[in-house]
């Protein structure tokens, strides 16, 4: 029988990842989908039940979402306008069983260009939080989902935590997704933002990210850039191609990359949209 | 771990990493948990876990230690009767099939434990994760939203009241209540466990290693079958002299997925599916035919050694001079259409077991059709057919795709030549590779008009591409040619077919038998008609609409119960309802545009011009019960109770003194396949007669006369004319082995002449009709559609159970949203449930209903068939819709957001050139 490992404390954990290879398994929404026709003979390190990962604190610094944490416990959570696009991203996850059991840190280290987490969270300036034995570190979100299934975390580290930021909180926050039916879809392509508005009403900062679209989704840099300084009402109108350059977008059956390219300006210019009325 | 389930207390040891959904079933044998993908994509294994519903396939035993579980076996009260929501799903019709039956049910217990009186948003929004491919989710969604009623079962019908009740399902109550027993629910302990090895390419030559060494050093393997080991004919196929799929392929293998080996486990591998990876086999991969026009070009390799130029076979149908009609037309509208493989999709994957008994072997399989089963087994095992015995499990869903064989000669070799029980399982990739698909299409049509909108002339060339086997392809290309004018009259029509071998998977029975893929084509032709005479779509139809006395392109005269005008007729006011909305909505400007689609079907029931029999018997014991022998399979569309409600009113006695036996062909007549929209039709008319041979045998004993009631009591039937009574008294006649001492026979075969040539001939003896109007929203900007609503018009010809009819409708409507706008089965990228889209909760509009009871003289009470007609307009009157909104015409389907986006863009630039 293949070795399955529940620790109760994170220290435990972290022991046996420094001494072994682990499957490190969370809400299982990934872990079993991706073992229907053959389990292979692995090792597997179930992190739920480990306390401190799971739950959600606030204070003056942000917020921390533990990696554990379900969809529904972040649909469930009291947040500010700004996690507006993380609630709703929250809810569209496949069905409300999914969303019971998947959790944020698992959706993170799977790291599928079609995360329906991963905008949100990059629009909201998400750091993360890893654990080794040697210690903690703490890197941008951004910098730590780096491609198709491909992240950062060294093989004995664990993602024990998501970290919002206060400045990134400010404002509201919007997320649309578009896929091919109501329930139980992939994405096409989702976009997330988040908006701070000057004391003149104007832009001071605007966090739009775009996913399905490139090998992990991304912050559309220049785009955030145009924005500062107009008006809230004005911001859809002055989206061009240029500020989607960054995206890769692939074609597979969901829909094709000039598909994909159109749909992402279309949902960029409706969430800004959304969030010049919630502004 | 412990867990606790239903308030039992277990204590189990298993590895931490099992799925929860395996401890349940297998461990602890509660099989009402049902597993249709093992990947959270279907949500058919819902339980609650501590008060949340969760996938029980996505839980490992590890995490579900120490909480508390609720599985459908737990609903119900104590005392065994049916918990609140149970009642409701029941009186409702909510369940059809019932294998997603258990998982809306827990999901809706999730839902009503935090709200009691749930918007039908809220109803989505918690039911959203399960998928059904039965219902249309409409009678789920009323079925959850009136629990707080607590309204009364249905009551049953009063005898002689039967046909034509709201009966509640007769077989209801086991699908409610976990007890339900589908192909992978009754495996017996020792049975061995089936795998196959498939091919992972669609054309490849191959040669297979030391298999028995490999064997022997595979832990757990009891023994590899190949094609050697088949005891009669490596071959089956549906049409007796097109058997041209091997059980075991020998040295190639023309699809993905095709079957070359069989591995026997001792048991089922703990590790879910054990490495089979290591299988010695070499591969020869050749590049594959891939498409019609790939299969038709001259320099494609011969596929089949009777197919030069891999057709298959021919369809025609032609009267008139449709060429000199169109020449001389005042409008000729053409297009060219095509669609893609369909899945069937049914939440059930491929499943059952089987074992030797003496000289005999045994099959308890999930199955449309037990008799062809029975045939093809008897076939590959070299062994009449009165040596094996078929017994179809409960049917988790069927559409067709259980027309054709799966499982049921692996097992029935492997039971034999082992000479052990054997089980098997598809999982869900397999079930998607290996079976039969829906016909992908290439239609080339002209429709000609003339100035006053009176249809002249049609011109149709389907070529249908079949993949690797004839499988159903024959009935496509005869069935198709029929059925390409549409219900209209059409004087000039030369319609014709071609099925074209392919390495795609073999393309099978799927709902319609390429019907649905024809209207596509002729129904948007018609819309472009109407427009070029300035008729209303709907008027023009109804101007063109078949009538009684017509006659059609096959030159068949239809006398009565041609019901389409009248579904027309009554569509009206819903027609001009929703153009009024349409016009309303699209005076605000925006992305979201508004449109309204008609489409108009035909469909004849049962075979095409072939013999297509039933046999149905009615028993009458001595203790005063009926026991009726139901060969017509319930795939929970509900021959069961429909043909029980049949019997009743025609023999005159109550309904719930009726039990049966059934499909299993030891002990039921051969009531032939579950399929062609025919049991309603064929076995209903069967066990009519059945009961009134039974009836006129109750009165021939006490001489009575035609209007005599019967009643029938404990070990007596009372003969009642007047103030004359008799008693027969049962226990004075000689039962036979079946324990009946009456029985009544019914045989019914619908009708029909063979086509010649031309497709001159009856092809049908009867022929459903109907209409539906679809309202969409289409977002010009993203390519995505909503349908709104739809109202369908259905001539049923006598609806026996309206609310299975409806059922059936709404059923059939889920399956043409699902292909107009998303179903696209693309061999090795969508093979499960998260590629392939079927329509959820969320997708689907809210349906009207208008049954028209336009009565067939033959059929039971008037009654004909509504399986297929259901699907058949829907997606017409959906592409309509989206013309409507867009002016878009789509050439193909699924209309998915890309594509449609970019015949919008398409469009624009056109416009403004």
Redesign the interface.
């Given at each position: 029988?293949?070795a399955?490992l529940?620790p109760r404390a994170l220290q435990d954990a972290l022991s046996a990842m420094s001494e072994g290879h682990w499957t490190v398994?969370a809400?299982?929404?990934d872990?079993?989908?991706a073992?229907?026709?053959?389990?292979p003979?692995e090792a597997?390190l179930?992190v739920?039940a480990i306390p401190e990962l799971r739950g959600i604190s606030k204070s003056n610094d942000g917020i921390r979402i533990g990696a554990t944490t379900t969809w529904?416990d972040l649909v469930e959570a009291v947040l500010p306008a700004a996690c507006r696009g993380l609630t709703a991203a929250a809810r569209e996850i496949?069905?409300?069983?999914?969303q019971?059991?998947g959790t944020i840190g698992g959706n993170i280290c799977n790291a599928s260009p079609a995360a329906d987490g991963i905008p949100a969270l990059l629009s909201l300036d998400a750091q993360v939080e890893l654990a080794s034995v040697s210690g903690h570190r703490t890197l941008p979100l951004s910098d730590f989902v780096i491609g198709n299934r491909k992240t950062m975390a060294k093989p004995d580290e664990l993602l024990v935590a998501i970290h919002l930021p206060a400045a990134a909180l400010t404002g509201p926050g919007a997320f649309l997704k578009?896929g091919?039916?109501?329930?139980?879809?992939?994405s096409?392509v989702m976009v997330a933002g988040t908006l701070d508005l000057a004391e003149d009403g104007t832009i001071a900062k605007a966090r739009i990210a775009v996913g399905a679209c490139s090998a992990a989704a991304l912050r559309m840099t220049a785009l955030e850039t145009a924005l500062v300084g107009l008006r809230p009402a004005d911001a859809s109108e002055h989206l061009n191609a240029g500020h989607f350059a960054g995206l890769s977008p692939i074609e597979?059956?969901?829909?094709?990359a000039?598909?994909?390219s159109?749909?992402a300006m279309?949902?960029t210019r409706r969430c800004l949209a959304h969030l010049a009325e919630a502004a | 771990m412990r867990i606790i389930v239903n308030g039992t207390d277990h204590t189990l040891s298993c590895?931490?990493?099992r799925?929860l959904s395996r401890v349940l079933r297998e461990d602890l044998g509660l099989t009402g948990t049902k597993v249709g993908?093992?990947?959270?994509?279907c949500?058919a294994c819902?339980v609650l876990?501590d008060g949340?519903?969760?996938?029980a396939?996505?839980?490992?035993a590890?995490?579900a230690d120490g909480s508390v579980i609720t599985t459908v076996e737990g609903l119900a009260e104590e005392d065994g009767r049916l918990s609140a929501v149970q009642r409701a799903f029941h009186r409702h019709g909510a369940a059809q099939c019932g294998i997603c039956t258990p998982g809306m049910l827990m999901?809706a217990q999730?839902l009503l434990a935090r709200e009691l009186h749930p918007s039908v948003r809220q109803v989505?929004?918690?039911l959203?994760?399960?998928?059904c491919r039965c219902t249309g989710y409409q009678k789920i969604v009323e079925a959850v939203m009136d629990v707080s009623s607590n309204a009364p079962d249905p009551a049953m019908p009063e005898s002689g009241a039967a046909v034509g009740a709201r009966v509640a399902r007769l077989d209801g109550v086991g699908k409610l209540d976990g007890r339900e027993l589908y192909g992978d629910d009754q495996r017996p302990a020792d049975a061995l466990w089936l795998r196959i090895i498939r091919s992972p390419h669609a054309f490849a030559h191959f040669e297979l290693g030391d298999v028995d060494a490999w064997a022997a050093t595979s832990s757990g393997v009891a023994a590899v079958l190949t094609a050697s080991d088949i005891p009669g004919a490596n071959s089956f196929g549906i049409y007796p002299t097109l058997k041209d799929q091997p059980v075991l392929a020998e040295s190639f293998v023309r699809y993905r997925g095709e079957a070359v080996a069989i591995v026997a486990f001792e048991t089922r591998p703990a590790?879910?599916?054990?490495?089979i990876?290591s299988f010695p086999v070499t591969w020869t991969p050749h590049d594959a035919v891939v498409g019609t026009e790939a299969g038709l070009r001259a320099d494609a390799p011969r596929l089949h050694d009777d197919s030069p130029g891999n057709v298959l076979i021919r369809g025609r149908v032609a009267s008139g001079d449709a060429d000199a009609a169109l020449a001389s037309a005042a409008h000729v509208i053409s297009g060219e259409f095509r669609t893609g493989f369909v899945e069937h999709a049914y939440i059930e994957p491929e499943s059952g077991w089987a074992r030797k008994i003496g000289d005999r072997v045994e099959l308890r399989v999930s199955t449309q059709t037990p008799y062809m089963d029975r045939d093809e087994v008897a076939h590959v095992l070299g062994l009449e057919q009165t040596r094996v015995r078929v017994i179809p499990s409960a049917v988790g869903g069927g559409f067709g795709g259980k027309l054709d064989q799966s499982v049921q000669l692996p097992l029935a070799v492997a039971a034999w030549v082992l000479n052990r029980p054997v089980a098997m399982l598809y999982?869900?990739?397999?079930s998607m590779a290996a079976t039969t698909k829906r016909h992908p299409s290439h239609i080339t049509a002209k429709l000609g008009v003339d100035a006053a909108g009176t249809l002249q002339a049609l011109s149709f060339h389907g070529v249908f591409d079949t993949g690797a086997y004839a499988s159903w392809g024959p009935t496509v290309a005869g069935r198709v040619p029929v059925h390409a004018p549409g219900p209209y009259r059409l004087p000039h029509v030369t319609a014709t077919s071609a099925a074209v071998y392919t390495n795609g998977p073999p393309s099978g029975a799927f709902r319609g038998f390429g019907v649905p893929q024809a209207a596509i084509a002729t129904e948007m032709l018609m819309d472009q008609a109407a427009d070029c005479v300035g008729l209303d779509r709907l008027e023009f139809r109804l101007r063109n609409a078949l009538r009684a006395g017509d006659r059609t392109a096959t030159g068949q005269v239809i006398d009565a119960s041609v019901g389409l005008a009248a579904c027309l007729e009554q569509l009206k006011p819903h027609w001009a309802r929703y153009l009024d909305e349409a016009a309303t909505a699209n005076r605000a400007s925006g992305p979201v545009r508004t449109g309204v689609g008609i489409g108009c079907m035909w469909y004849g029931c049962g075979n095409t011009a072939l013999a297509n029999p039933s046999i149905m018997r009615l028993g009458l014991r001595a203790d005063g019960r009926l026991t009726l022998y139901n060969g017509a399979v319930d795939i929970g569309q509900g021959t069961y109770t429909i043909m029980a409600q049949i019997v009743a009113d025609a023999l005159g006695a109550p309904l719930d003194r009726i039990t049966q036996v059934f499909g299993d062909t030891d002990r039921t007549a051969d009531a032939g396949k579950t399929s062609a929209s025919r049991q309603t039709f064929v076995s209903g008319k069967a066990s009519e007669l059945a009961a009134r041979d039974l009836r006129a045998q109750l009165l021939r004993h006490t001489n009575a006369g035609e209007d005599a009631e019967l009643v029938f009591d404990d070990g007596i039937v009372m003969v009642i004319e007047g103030d004359r009574r008799r008693a027969i008294e049962l226990s004075t006649l000689i039962a036979n082995d079946d324990g009946d001492v009456l029985t009544g026979e019914g045989s019914f075969d619908p009708p029909t002449e063979p086509l010649d040539a031309n497709g001159q001939g009856i092809p049908y003896a009867t022929y459903a009709f109907a209409a539906q109007i679809a309202l969409v929203r289409v977002d010009t900007?993203?390519?995505?559609v909503k349908v709104e609503k739809m109202v369908a018009a259905h001539d049923v010809g006598r609806a026996v159970n309206p609310t299975l009819v409806e059922g059936q409708i709404h059923g059939g409507i889920a399956q043409g949203l699902g292909l107009a706008?998303?179903e696209?089965y693309?061999p090795g990228?969508?093979e499960?449930l998260?590629?392939y889209?079927i329509?959820?909760?969320?997708?689907m509009p809210q349906i009207e209903c208008l049954l028209i009871e336009d009565p067939e003289p033959l059929g039971p009470y008037g009654a004909k068939g509504i399986g297929e007609p259901a699907l058949v307009p829907t997606a017409p009157a959906i592409l309509g819709a989206i013309r409507h909104a867009t002016g878009v015409v789509c050439p193909q389907v699924p209309v998915?957001?890309?594509r449609l986006?970019?015949w919008i863009k398409s469009q624009n630039a056109e416009a403004a050139e």
């Open positions: 029988m293949a399955y529940q398994l809400g299982g929404t872990h079993f989908p073992r229907v026709t053959h389990i003979d597997i179930d739920t529904t496949g069905g409300v069983q999914i019971n059991r578009l091919a039916r109501k329930y139980l879809v992939i096409i597979d059956p969901r829909g094709d000039a598909y994909r159109d749909a279309t949902l | 590895d931490g990493g799925r993908c093992d990947a959270g994509d949500g819902t876990m949340r519903q969760v996938c396939c996505l839980v490992p590890a995490q999901a999730d989505q929004d918690a959203g994760g399960v998928l590790g879910e599916e054990t490495d990876a999982h869900r990739p397999e900007e993203l390519g995505t706008l998303m696209e693309l990228r969508t499960n998260h590629d889209l329509p959820t909760f969320g997708d998915l957001p890309h986006r970019a």
